[in-house]
């Protein structure tokens, strides 16, 4: 029986694959999967790819590099990998970063032990210059307790072990089109149907942030934030349903999705303005943001939108 199946999507990697691909063949878990599901990349990632392979002919076997015959996007890639997946959990990882060599099977363990649909566990920021640790709040283990905590790091999907059953029970697959914040339109039905959540204090897995060509690094076209808004607006929609509340946790995402407009280049004023207009009032009024972001946010709603950009700007690099 097949315990993990990990997919990973290929686009735009040949600088990173091969890192990738030998930390993964390295693991110590035995019964686990690889799907490499290649997005019609335009480079030459394949090729490093299949030569990392033959240096582990243990792993043919488990190993499917699955070829798309045009371009579909994150979205349709997870989902398809999630689909074909046999393990009893499911987990993703980035082609351009990388694990250690226990993750999986630390992961899966911990998963059996506690008999829990999700498994979380701490991670490396790897930039060019330095290297942090993010680490979770270790009691936070209810869905409402992360919307409350993190809105940033609890919903991607390369550090979670998931049940597979869960996700094929509630259909829960990203929705084709929408590449952008399809974790978190994954990981927030995910938490909401999850028979218990357990945290690993360890970090095992490296989230490079040096890759120029991943989206995390580039100017927000319009298209992209309004992929982002649909995926907002699918869970606003999908929560309704219920008796949770997660206004909080939504207001915080479309004031995000709505900034993303002013860092255009040009910044884009009147997208700004007509995305999300009642967030306005809501950002003035919360205290959570410092009283310079709540002031420049108000002249920006006037027209004069270089300063937040600036200001905005800058609070991102420091980060």
Request: hydrophobic share 35%; glycine share 2%; proline share 4%.
């Amino acid at each position: 029986m097949v315990k993990v199946s990990v997919i990973i999507p290929i686009y735009n990697v040949e600088n990173y694959i091969e890192r990738c691909a030998h930390s993964l063949f390295q693991q110590t878990l035995e019964d686990i999967e690889f799907i490499f599901i290649n997005d019609c990349t335009p480079d030459n990632s394949i090729v490093k790819l299949e030569k990392v392979l033959t240096k582990y002919p243990y792993r043919k076997n488990n190993t499917q590099i699955i070829h798309f015959p045009v371009n579909k996007g994150q979205a349709a890639v997870r989902k398809h990998g999630m689909m074909l997946a046999k393990g009893k959990y499911i987990i993703h990882c980035d082609a351009d970063d990388w694990v250690e060599h226990t993750l999986y099977e630390k992961l899966y363990n911990e998963a059996e032990k506690k008999k829990v649909d999700v498994v979380v566990c701490d991670f490396y920021n790897e930039y060019l210059d330095h290297t942090n640790i993010y680490h979770y709040p270790g009691d936070t283990n209810t869905l409402h307790e992360i919307t409350r905590t993190d809105r940033t790091q609890w919903w991607v999907l390369w550090n979670r072990l998931i049940n597979a059953e869960l996700i094929h029970k509630y259909e829960i697959y990203p929705i084709e089109g929408q590449n952008f914040l399809e974790d978190v339109c994954v990981m927030m039905r995910i938490y909401y149907y999850a028979n218990g959540i357990s945290y690993i204090n360890e970090p095992l897995y490296h989230y490079n942030r040096q890759n120029q060509n991943s989206t995390m690094n580039h100017t927000y076209s319009t298209k992209m934030i309004k992929q982002q808004k649909a995926n907002i607006d699918f869970l606003a929609s999908f929560f309704n349903t219920t008796s949770l509340d997660f206004s909080d946790t939504y207001n915080l995402y479309k004031e995000t999705i709505r900034n993303r407009f002013l860092c255009q280049i040009p910044p884009n004023w009147n997208e700004w303005a007509t995305t999300y207009p009642e967030i306005g009032n809501k950002i003035l009024n919360d205290k959570r943001f410092p009283l310079i972001y709540r002031f420049l946010y108000f002249v920006a709603s006037k027209g004069f939108i270089i300063p937040f950009k600036f200001y905005h700007s800058l609070s991102r690099k420091k980060r």
